[in-house]
Each structure stands twice: as C-alpha cells, then as structure tokens.
C-alpha cells in the first residue's frame, strides 16, 4: 500500500500510511431528514490568464461537472455563495454566466439549486441604501428569471450604508417585497468578512439576533429561512429555537455542522456548507444514515470529518476555499490545482499537508491512490522529497 508524505511547518518530513475509499454509496432515493446544500467552487482554465486582478477565465466543463458530482450525491448545490472568490476572483459578469449554466444544468436533471443575491456588482465601495435595495433587486430578478432560488447574501455595501439597526429592517423589507418565491437570508460573520463585523447592527450577536428575528417575523411569507455563518453554535441555535416554524435554519459553521446537523432532539439545523463541497460523498452517506435512523452511523462518517474542515477554514479563514479547490483536485475534479484570482497561492504547503493528513484519516479521498500521487508531485514540484512514495 502506498504511504503518504506529509510536511511539519518545520519543513521536516514523515510517513503515514494511506488508507482506502470509504466505499460510501450514492443514495437511490431523495435525502429527507435533513436539506443540504455544499457551496461549490469555480475551475479555472489551466491555460488562462487567472491572475490576481484579472477577470475570471473558467473552465464551464469542469465547473459544471463538479456540479452534477454533488447533485450525483443528493445534495444541493448553492452557487454563486463563494464568499472566498465573489470579488476575489469571480467578477460580477462571471458570476452572472455561473449563474445561469448551473441554473440550466440543475434543470437538466431536477437538481436543487440556490443561488447567491448581493449588490457586489456595483463599482463604488460606497453607495445610498435607495442604492443598495436597487442593487440586490437587479440581482434578484436576474436570479429568478434564471429559475435559481435564491440566499439574499450579506451585503458590504449594506454593512457601510447602514447607521441602524432600522436601515437593516428598511433595506431587507423592501427587497423582500420584490421576490416572487421565498428566500433564504445570510448572516456572514467577521472570520468570513471583516467589512460585515457589525452586521444587522451590532457586533454582538445577541442584540444583532433581534433584528435577525424582527426582519423574518415582519417578513414571513418572503422569507424561507436563514444561513448562519458565524462559526459559533450558540449563536445560531439561540437564534434557531426564536424562527417561526416556517423559516429553515442552514448551518453555515463549519466548525460546529456535526452537533448542529443532528440536534438536540428537538430542533436540527439543515446545511448549506461549502465543506460540503469538499465532502460530498461524506456529507451524502451520514445524512442516508440519519434517514435510516442509525444515528451513531451518522455520527461514525460525518464526525472525523469536523478536523478537516477546521483546517480547511482556519484563520484567515476568507482563503477558505483554496482548500476546497485543493480537495477537488486531489480527488480528480479538476485538472490542476488552481483558482481563479491566483488563490491557489493562499496558502501554504504546511496548511495543505494538514488537509492531506486530515482527509486521509477521515474518508475524505475519494480516489486514494490518485490523491497520493497528486500531492506526492506537489511536493517534488517544491523541491521536497517524498522518499520514493507514490504510485
């Protein structure tokens, strides 16, 4: 069997044994005990010019492909949510080609689909709310008309604009009024956005909560429920027992999705995660263990694989998604392992070794020996040797 090199921070090397597929199996049926979505990334063309500061070049093949691999899965896909690459790579006339192709290709096969709603196409930093609400409306219809549904995504342009809790209330009661089905809210948090520290009004996340819970209660019928993405657990099952029961809790915490996805035998959090999108196959078989009722099986898959994604979202955790493309490369996805803006760089050889090492141990290489190969050729590439390791 092939060993797996790994490397300390210290630039030190060691061996560990790699170990086989999981053998999970794609479900025959739809998931039902809880609604998951994995936030999916963008593939670049190998070839392009995906530099920092460039328009996106993307490779619509391989994109997509990823797509119908977690669609394969039963999971939905939210797209256009890359909090890591909208603005830092993935400019807003890509972002609207994303969005419709996944759209279209979500239709092909009865796939579920969201879609992320912002105002960031706009040039200027700083804009009027009139300005704002203009925005996200020319993104929601647009959204719509595709036949995505839709997160109405935390706003930086909101986050500047507004002095009160009140201009939240205004901003979210006007654009809500202009959707045609209901949508699904976000609360980013400052590990994924510095810019949205005080968002919804405060800083703490108990008093920004009550304006949270004004806006979905004076907004039922537009409001299908809400993602939180703080990467506190507190947070957001205090905020889960206040929703009316018409309005969803998505789990965006993925620090804390295990506990949350299963609940305390009350209330559950359903997920919209971009770990997922570098487990979908994970995130598939513990969700058909729940609906089988086994919720220690739940508990066996979904549990080693909390490590993981801590790493892959460590501080500064808005370079996130370079683990994820990391991943999907490892595991055949894509061609190279590289990213529009240039993020593949973000970060280091040390950080990917842990995902290595983490993804080995919890069942998230889908194809094994591949994988090893792959990073064993990242390594050499670096001048580093993997001591003959390989395949």
Do not use: C
């Amino acid at each position: 069997m092939t060993d797996l090199t790994l490397l300390a921070e210290d630039g030190g090397t060691s061996r560990a044994p790699l170990n086989p597929a999981p053998g999970f199996t794609k479900p025959t049926g739809t998931l039902t005990s809880r609604v998951a979505y994995a936030a999916a990334h963008v593939v670049p063309r190998v070839t392009a010019e995906n530099i920092p500061g460039a328009p996106a070049d993307i490779d619509w093949d391989a994109t997509l492909a990823f797509r119908h691999h977690v669609w394969s899965w039963g999971l939905g896909v939210a797209d256009a949510m890359d909090t890591a690459q909208r603005n830092m790579g993935l400019d807003a006339a890509a972002t609207r080609e994303l969005i419709s192709r996944s759209a279209t290709e979500a239709q092909s096969v009865g796939g579920a689909l969201v879609v992320g709603v912002n105002t960031d196409h706009l040039d200027e930093e700083v804009v009027s709310l009139d300005r704002v609400i203009d925005a996200y409306k020319e993104q929601l219809h647009f959204t719509e008309d595709a036949g995505a549904g839709v997160v109405l995504m935390a706003s930086r342009h909101l986050a500047r604009a507004a002095s009160s809790a009140d201009d939240y209330r205004r901003v979210y009661r006007e654009v809500l009024s202009a959707a045609s089905t209901p949508v699904t809210l976000h609360w980013l948090g400052a590990a994924f956005d510095p810019i949205l520290a005080e968002y919804f009004g405060s800083a703490d996340s108990t008093v920004a909560s009550d304006t949270v819970i004004d806006i979905i209660e004076e907004n039922r019928a537009s409001v299908a429920g809400i993602k939180m993405s703080l990467l506190d657990a507190d947070a957001e099952i205090a905020v889960r027992k206040r929703l009316p029961e018409s309005a969803r809790m998505f789990t965006g915490d993925d620090f804390n999705y295990v506990g949350l996805i299963a609940g305390d035998g009350t209330a559950h959090s359903d997920a919209l995660l971009g770990a997922f999108a570098a487990l979908a196959p994970n995130a598939s078989a513990a969700i058909q263990a729940l609906d089988a009722g086994d919720d220690a099986r739940y508990l066996d898959i979904l549990g080693p694989t909390e490590a993981l994604s801590r790493q892959i979202f460590a501080a500064p955790t808005y370079y996130y998604k370079t683990g994820v493309a990391f991943m999907s490369w490892l595991n055949g996805h894509q061609q190279a392992f590289s990213m529009v803006g240039g993020l593949h760089a973000a970060r280091s050889l040390p950080h990917l070794s842990r995902i290595v090492e983490l993804a080995n141990a919890s069942g998230g290489l889908e194809r094994p020996e591949l994988a090893a190969a792959r990073w064993h050729t990242l390594l050499s590439v670096n001048g580093i040797s993997t001591n003959g390791a390989g395949v």
